[in-house]
């Protein structure tokens, strides 16, 4: 389920038609309560950061690596073994780039679509065994509907899922996704712009609350020492009081699945 590319290796849909999105999605109980998925991204930059996210956090919980991380193939191994499902991040341009930079190969809205899709697969390549990918910043870039698509596009080609991050309003991320039939999901909650154990957990209090209200809903956070025991701790709690913590995959708006 991989293609060799001057990248790295990329996913693709198997012939037999089982996309990665299946593949690599951490079962679920398929239950109707109410459900969240946390997804903590920023894997692989910090050494220490990523052994303490991938050993603390519940295997429910879905995580995303920066293509910025070091020794990413081991720490993916290292998460799949302990049963997270897993993202990659792209980093995105912003409004203010570069005074404000994702990163190397940082995807932008005046590049031909050419250059967009090899930064896409440069950071795609950095490892595999992913159900999709999310946004790292890229308000700028979301906003453009002529820079999303050629990348919406080869996510639906290659069977992944978008996760947007829900940090901008302006996103095109969802109405291109329908437009493309890509399995799509898009975050409600960012629980750490604080970084204080008090401030996030208030957070996850308010995913609850969404998804006592709607059925579903999403958080992001990135992999902070704060975060990781603040989720932790939440996560054990809500299991008690009948939430379901699932991954990212369940909660996609999915085409194949109706």
Request: hydrophobic share 40%; proline share 7%; net charge neutral.
């Amino acid at each position: 389920m991989l293609e060799q590319s001057p990248q790295g290796p990329l996913p693709v849909v198997a012939p037999d038609g089982r996309r990665p999105l299946d593949v690599y999605a951490r079962p679920w109980s398929g239950a109707r309560g109410a459900r969240v998925a946390i997804v903590i991204g920023g894997l692989g930059l910090s050494q220490t950061g990523s052994q303490q996210a991938i050993r603390a956090l519940p295997a429910e919980i879905t995580l995303a690596f920066s293509p910025e991380g070091n020794s990413l193939g081991r720490w993916m191994q290292a998460a799949r073994q302990d049963g997270h499902e897993i993202l990659m991040q792209i980093p995105l341009e912003p409004y203010d780039y570069p005074r404000v930079n994702p990163g190397r190969n940082t995807l932008t809205v005046d590049a031909p679509p050419a250059a967009t899709l090899e930064n896409l697969h440069r950071a795609m390549g950095r490892i595999t065994n992913y159900t999709g990918v999310m946004n790292y910043m890229g308000a700028r870039f979301t906003a453009d509907a002529n820079a999303m698509t050629p990348v919406i596009q080869d996510l639906s080609k290659r069977g992944l899922l978008y996760l947007d991050d829900g940090t901008s309003a302006r996103s095109q991320a969802d109405a291109i996704a329908a437009q493309q039939g890509t399995p799509f999901a898009a975050a409600d909650v960012l629980i750490d712009s604080t970084q204080n154990r008090g401030a996030i957990l208030k957070k996850l209090d308010e995913l609850e609350r969404i998804a006592r209200a709607k059925g579903t809903a999403i958080a992001t956070g990135s992999a902070f020492e704060v975060t990781v025991e603040a989720v932790t701790s939440w996560v054990n709690e809500a299991k008690a009081r009948g939430i379901e913590i699932v991954p990212v995959s369940a909660l996609v708006r999915d085409p194949e699945r109706g």
